[in-house]
């Protein structure tokens, strides 16, 4: 087992490092979890898949690692895998949450999580770690504050680096997720930084999503811009504690009262604002029974499986869009083609609708509408 103390040679530059062994310190790891292990042949897919389904966390590691490899052998292999798990997934409830650098979401995850498992659930941690190429994921050392909960043996808490790659990461994190569920963890909570982009693509993976918020730190620094605060089916602010206790109070009666502003229909779910103390764990129950209540009013209204379905064909689309763009960008004389016609357009030669309709043509791609002639 990795010490706690020892630097981890996990770290390589612009690599997947594979979190897990060192996070989940205090369970047993088995080696294939090691960053360095080579992802599963092909053959070995369906022993893999059947580990996974009994809950083995070493070889739910690895299937991650294989799922978040960039290298284009692998994505079949990963796209076996998930289609093997896929049906049994599915039975978790998947919450997202999110909030300013500093807000406290891992500490928040932290208490919540040691109180579910304590209740007797398995709960998955994953994180979009927005770790820039420069720190090499060197959040995780000193800030995972989870250090309750990877020690808990019914926790398994794996942060994923981005890279840089924001949408690409979360794209991941959906098929971890499967990954998770398959694996029979029943709470799967993801862990997002709070800047823009890969928040709207969590909130598109997640049942409910929870925002994170804290006394003081100005409405634009915590991104309340509207847009995120209809993204939030709950919220809740956090570190109210000790000198903080009343600021926190009075953040949360501002919320409440923005909150309220939002047009909501007659069965819509009306977000409520709580105060919490992660540190102290005050509160940390409450805002889980809001969750449990959002969750039952969404099963009552039909809400939670339109959501899913929804998010089941915005995924479709957005692999599928993914899948075009990646084609399209790999292939040379497309790329030169494109720059070709750019430079036509930008000189007024030829229409950007008709070079458009061009390139796809090449693509054997053509567009019903508008096949250059
Ligand atoms: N007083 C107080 N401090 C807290 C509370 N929750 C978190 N903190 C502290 O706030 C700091 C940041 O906590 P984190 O849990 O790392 O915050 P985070 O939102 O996960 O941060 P990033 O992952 O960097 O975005 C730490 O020093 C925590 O100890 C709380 O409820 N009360
Ligand atoms: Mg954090």
Redesign the pocket.
Known sequence: MPSESKKPDWAPAGGGPEFATRVVAGVSQPASSHPRTAPPKPADLPALAGKIRAGDRGALARGITLIESRAQAHRNSAEHLLNDLMPFSGKAWRVGIT??????????I?ALGMALCGAGRKVAVL?VD?SSPISHGS?LGD?T?MESLARNPSAFIRPSPSRGEVGGVARRTRESITLCEAAGFDVVLV?T??VGQSEVLVREMVDCFLL?MIAGAGDELQGIKKGIIEMADLVAV?????D?RLRAEATRLEFERAMHYLSASEDAWHPPVLS?????SGGVREVWNQVERFMAHGDRTGQFQERRRSQSLAWLSALLEQGLRDAFFSNRKLVALKRSLELDVAAGKVSAPFAAARLLDAAGLAAAAGKPG
């Open positions: 909030g300013v650098p500093g807000a406290g979401k891992s500490t928040f932290d994180t927005p959040i800030k504050r862990e930084v709070g994170l956090n570190k109210a504690d000790g903080n919490c103390s992660s540190l102290s």
